[in-house]
C-alpha cells in the first residue's frame, strides 16, 4: 500500500489504510501476449467464448470452437499479427497504443488533481487483466473507481461485456470501491471534433470521392434484439459528414470483420469498396470510427485486406485514416468525458 496511515483515534493496532483516491479504469479489447500458436490458442478461446461476443449454446458452439477454429485461426491470426507487431517493444501495437492514451490521460488529471486520481488500463481478454487492475486500485486506496471502455458506441460485444468483467472483479472485492461507468460518447462534440480534424489532416485538400465510415460488424440479429450499435454508427457518420460539410453521398457507413455463416449488418466494406471502384469512385478514404486505437483490424484488415479488394475492382487511390489513437484532440476529448462522470468526487 502506498501513502497508508492508521486512522485518527483508530486503536494501536488498528491496521493502516492508503490514502483515498478516485481510480479512472481505462478497458479496451485484449491483445495475445505473443504471436506463436498457444498464445494466439489462449487469447481466441477466451475471445470467442464470451457469451457476449457468440451467444450460442455451449454445447453447441463449444466443440466447433475447442476442435475446429481454434485448430486452424491461431495460425491465420498469428501471420496476420506478425505484419503489425510492435517489434521493438514485443507487444501488439493496441498495447502500445493503450499505454500512451493511458500516460496522457494521467498527464491531463494530475495536473487538475495531483495525487488525488490513478488511473490505469485493463484488457477484457489477455493481460493486463480487468481483476488484477481493480485489485491493484483497491490495495492503493481508490475508493471510487470510474470504469472507462474505449468504445465511442455502445454494443454488447464491447462495452456490455467489459462491463461485465468489471462488475466480476467487483464482486471478489472485500470491501467494493464506489464504480460508475462512462456514457457512450459517439455524439460528444469534442469526439466528433477530434474525428475530423483526423480527417482533414490526412486528406488536407486532396479530397477523395467517397469518405467509408467502416464500424467493426455484429450479427444482424443482435439489431433486432435491442442492441443500439447500428444507430450509434449511424449517428456518428451523420455527425462527421455534418462537421466536415460533405455531401451524403461522400460519406457512407459500413461494417468490417463478418465472421460465421449468419448475416452481419451491412453493407460490407469489403464488398462495398470493390462496388464503389466498379461504379467509378477510383479516390476514397476510410476512417474508422468504432476504433480508439489501431490494432489488427484497421491496420491489417483495412489497410491491406480491404485496400487489397478496392485495388482489385479498379480502384486507383486508397487512403487510410488512422485511429484517433493519443492524438492530443482524442485525449481532450476523453478527459472531457470523464470529467462528466466524475461530477461530485473531485473538486
Known amino acids: 500500500m502506498t501513502d497508508a496511515t492508521r486512522p485518527a483515534h483508530a486503536p494501536a493496532d488498528h491496521p493502516a489504510l492508503p490514502k483515498g483516491k478516485v481510480g479512472i479504469l481505462l478497458a479496451n479489447l485484449g491483445t495475445p501476449d505473443a504471436t506463436d500458436y498457444w498464445s494466439m490458442r489462449r487469447y ?9 461476443v457468440i451467444d450460442y449454446p455451449a454445447w453447441k458452439w463449444q466443440p466447433i470452437l475447442q476442435g475446429i477454429v481454434l485448430s486452424i485461426r491461431p495460425f491465420k491470426s498469428g501471420a496476420a ?17 493503450t499505454r500512451d492514451q493511458t500516460e496522457a490521460i494521467a498527464a491531463q488529471m494530475a495536473e487538475r488533481y495531483g ?18 487492475k481493480v485489485r491493484k486500485m483497491v490495495e492503493a486506496g481508490c475508493h471510487r473507481i470510474l470504469f472507462v ?3 465511442p458506441q455502445y454494443a454488447g460485444a464491447t462495452s456490455a461485456t467489459a462491463n461485465d468483467q468489471f462488475y466480476r472483479a467487483l464482486m471478489k472485492e472485500t470491501w467494493q470501491p464506489t464504480a460508475r ?18 480527417v482533414e489532416r490526412v486528406v488536407g485538400d486532396d ?11 455484429l450479427p444482424e440479429r443482435y439489431l433486432h434484439q435491442g442492441d443500439p450499435y447500428h444507430c450509434h454508427c449511424a449517428k456518428t457518420t451523420r455527425l462527421l459528414r455534418e462537421r466536415l460539410g460533405w455531401g451524403q453521398d461522400e460519406v457512407i457507413t459500413t461494417f468490417q470483420s ?6 452481419w449488418l451491412k453493407p460490407y466494406t469489403v464488398e462495398e469498396v470493390a462496388r464503389l471502384a466498379q461504379a467509378g469512385k477510383k479516390k476514397i478514404a476510410v476512417v474508422a470510427p468504432a476504433f480508439s486505437a489501431d490494432c489488427i483490424e484497421t491496420l491489417e484488415e483495412i489497410n491491406e485486406e ?11 487511390s486508397f487512403t487510410y485514416i488512422p485511429c484517433l489513437n493519443d492524438d492530443p484532440a482524442h485525449i481532450d476529448a476523453l478527459c472531457a468525458v470523464m470529467e462528466t462522470h466524475l461530477g461530485g468526487w473531485l473538486s
Open 44 to 52: 481466441l478461446s477466451e475471445f470467442l467464448s464470451d457469451k457476449r
Open 81 to 97: 499479427y506478425r505484419t503489425i507487431w510492435n517489434t521493438e517493444k514485443d507487444e501488439s501495437p493496441l498495447m502500445t497504443i
Open 115 to 132: 495525487d488525488r486520481v490513478m488511473v490505469d488500463f485493463a484488457m477484457r481478454y489477455g493481460n493486463p487483466s480487468t481483476e488484477s
Open 149 to 151: 471502455p474505449l468504445y
Open 181 to 198: 461507468i462512462i456514457d457512450p460518447y459517439f455524439d460528444h462534440p469534442k469526439y466528433i471534433e477530434a474525428l475530423a480534424q483526423s
Open 207 to 217: 479530397r477523395p470521392d467517397v469518405l467509408v465510415c467502416s464500424y467493426h460488424g
Open 258 to 263: 463478418k465472421f460465421g455463416p449468419e448475416e
Open 306 to 316: 480491404i485496400r487489397e479488394s478496392f485495388e482489385h475492382a479498379g480502384g486507383e
